[in-house]
């Protein structure tokens, strides 16, 4: 847990680096706990929403209809606490009828691997059923998993005490064959962190598993014992105390949205940094929102105990009670100029950049129908000279969404969306030139999709295609990324006090979107002062 921060100043200032889903959810509700605050959120970017980007362009193949595509996040996860504080927030804005769900059963949850043959498998739902069978007997991706998990509860239990890649858990735990790391995990790795299972911190991004090797002595036997967790989630706590006016129907509602594998938002995830930064914009006289501004340094100024920033817009500088930074690790090491610890420290931040090609097809359906669902990852066992790290069926998605309230199912006309994500890990050591070389990664692109779901060169011609680098868009989990973001944490508070908070993806739970709100919430809990009180 990270230590309470004190509260600022009756009317003090604060100051918001980042308008993405960070810094406007922390604006957010640090103005509803203290109005009496002033606070500015600068963004170099345009819009809002940093990674997330829902992208409209009039498609030139359809009579310039409107279509829009991600270029950045798209779903949520209805498991995720985080997701059902998103849901409330729509709810609390009018808004409701926005949100959209996928349901267990329903096609779009069907997910697939690409295997060694270059063929899709599915992923089996359930784990006694013909999927299952296939994967495991007749495909080469189930080589050795059986015996793997077989043989599992019998390897000595030696949890160790400082961290390890993922890859080496799952190698002591299953076994030399590595078949779960490099088959199956690999893949979600790729999915989620568009990085190396081989270079990736358990402690960090799977610590269930380590404490159920310490509890249970194995992963397989813990399926068995382990008892489900009743504690109410500590987030849901928090904010069903300050924010929810109906008693316990955040606990309700998280309940209800752990049935739904996923859930999407009408118009695009965009929607939501949008909707936040109106409300503030209409309801929110103390809040303030400065755009194509990027802070470059920061530092303390003695005299008046408060943090100045320098913005790169003529000069601007800004002085703030408390300043809270949401960007990636990687690229604030600037701002601490002359700051030599904290620099060393931010030098070892690393991140992952992903390429995302949108293709988009009107009036016709190439996904083959015994492939429909949400889409493809590849694990790592491929060899995989394209760097595909996965292709997420974007209009299986939406035709299969139903309104989470009330509400008629939305009829489109049969069109064909796709992102194909690449690079990741795969591109970390290649040039500049080549990572924006967007002919080159859209003709890759056409030829994966031919060879993996037999679309046809007409329809590959007759396309919309959309070229994004999101660059350093994933902070890297590197091994022992615990401890170093303690340490810089320290390192920070060391300098600055309580004046400055670490918030965004590099210092919550996860990097999904649902995470970082998780954090903004703590954390404007944690400034407020309304905890100090009780
Ligand atoms: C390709 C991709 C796909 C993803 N898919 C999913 C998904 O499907 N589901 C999911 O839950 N999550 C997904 N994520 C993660 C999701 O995008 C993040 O959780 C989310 O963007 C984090 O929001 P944030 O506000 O913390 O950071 P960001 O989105 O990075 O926003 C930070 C903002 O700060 C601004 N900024 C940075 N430095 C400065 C500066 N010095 N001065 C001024 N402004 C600055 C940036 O321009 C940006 O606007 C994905 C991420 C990527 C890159």
Known sequence: MINSIAKVKCNGSVGVIGSGVSGLTFAYFLNKLRPDLRITILDNQHKNGGWLYSYTFKDENDNGKEVMVEKGPRTLRGASPGTAIIIDTFEKMGQIEKVQTIESNCTANRKFLLSTNDKLVQVPNKLFSMNTFNLLFKDPLGKNVLSSVLFEPFRKSKPLTKDETVHEFLSRRF???????????????????????????????????????????????????????????EFLVKYDKYFNSE?????????????????????????????????????????????????????????????????????????????????????????????????????????????????????????PKNLQGFGYLVPQINENKEKLLGVIFDSVIEKNFKPFEEGENILVNDYTKLTLMLGGHYIENLSENKINDSKYWINTS?????????????????????????????????????????????????KYGDKVTMGGMGFAKGPGVPDVIMKSLHDSIALSGVENKE
Do not use: C
């Open 175 to 233: 076994g030399p064959s590595n078949a779960i790391s490099n088959n199956f995990l690999s893949a979600i790795y790729h999915g989620i962190y568009a990085d190396d299972i081989k270079k990736i911190s358990l402690e960090k991004t799977n610590p269930a598993f380590y404490n159920l090797e310490k509890q249970h002595g194995s992963i397989i036997k813990s399926l068995f014992n382990s008892k489900a967790n009743n504690e109410p989630n």
């Open 247 to 367: 008693n316990g129907s955040i606990f309700k509602l998280h309940t209800q949205l752990k049935e739904f594998p996923m859930l999407g938002i009408l118009g695009g995830l965009q929607s939501l940094p949008n909707m936040i930064a109106d409300q503030l914009i209409k309801n929110s006289p103390n809040v303030h929102i400065q755009r194509n501004e990027e802070i470059v340094s920061l530092n303390e100024n003695k005299k008046t105990n408060r943090i100045t920033l320098q913005s790169n817009k003529d000069k601007n500088t800004y002085e703030f009670d408390h300043v809270m930074i949401t960007s990636n690790p990687m690229k604030i090491k600037n701002l601490f100029e002359g700051e030599d610890d904290i620099k060393k420290e931010l030098e070892k931040a690393k991140s992952v950049s992903t390429i995302l090609i949108n293709y988009y097809l009107p009036n016709k359906d190439v996904i």
């Open 446 to 494: 056409k030829s994966l999709l031919t060879r993996h779901l037999n679309v046809s060169k007409t329809d590959l011609e007759n396309g919309h295609w959309e070229f994004t680098v999101a660059k350093n868009g994933l902070p890297r989990f590197f091994v022992n990324y615990t401890e170093w973001s303690n340490n810089l944490k320290s390192l920070i508070s060391s």
